[in-house]
Nanobody, 123 residues
Framework: QVQLVESGGGLVQAGGSLRLSCAAS????????MGWFRQAPGKEREFVAG???????TYVGFVKGRFTISRDNVKSTVYLQMNSLNPEDTAVYYC?????????????????WGQGTQVTVSS
C-alpha cells in the first residue's frame, strides 16, 4: 500500500517562505519520479514542480526562481522549498508519485497522491 503524507503547510505573509515535505512509503521511492501540484478554490489542479528518480527537475513558469524541489532517497521524502510567496500561491498543495522514473506536467502520469496540505499567503 503506497502512502504519501504531506506536511509543512500553513499561513504565511506575502514575501515569506514555507517548506513542504512529502514522506512516501510502500514503494521503492528512489525508483520513481515525484511531483508537486496545487489546486486553488474553483480552479483545476495544476503542476508546480517535478523531480526525476535521479534528480532532474522541472518547474512551471510562475514558480521558477522562487520554488525548489528536492528529494532525499534515504528518507523517502520529497521537499518543496517555497520562497517569495504571494497571495496567488494560496492553494492546497499535493505531492504525487509518478508511474515511472520520469516526471510529467499531466496528472495522468501519476498514480499515487497525498491528501494535500493547505498553504495560505496573506497580503
Amino acid at each position: 500500500q503506497v502512502q504519501l503524507v504531506e506536511s509543512g503547510g500553513g499561513l504565511v505573509q506575502a514575501g515569506g517562505s514555507l517548506r513542504l515535505s512529502c514522506a512516501a512509503s510502500g514503494r521503492t521511492f528512489s525508483m520513481y519520479g515525484m511531483g508537486w501540484f496545487r489546486q486553488a478554490p474553483g480552479k483545476e489542479r495544476e503542476f508546480v514542480a517535478g523531480i526525476t528518480w535521479n534528480g532532474g527537475t522541472t518547474y512551471v513558469g510562475f514558480v521558477k526562481g522562487r520554488f525548489t524541489i528536492s528529494r532525499d532517497n534515504v528518507k523517502s521524502t520529497v521537499y518543496l522549498q517555497m520562497n517569495s510567496l504571494n497571495p496567488e500561491d494560496t492553494a492546497v498543495y499535493y505531492c504525487a508519485m509518478h508511474r515511472g522514473t520520469g516526471i510529467s506536467e499531466d496528472r495522468l502520469g501519476y498514480d499515487y497522491w497525498g491528501q494535500g496540505t493547505q498553504v495560505t499567503v496573506s497580503s
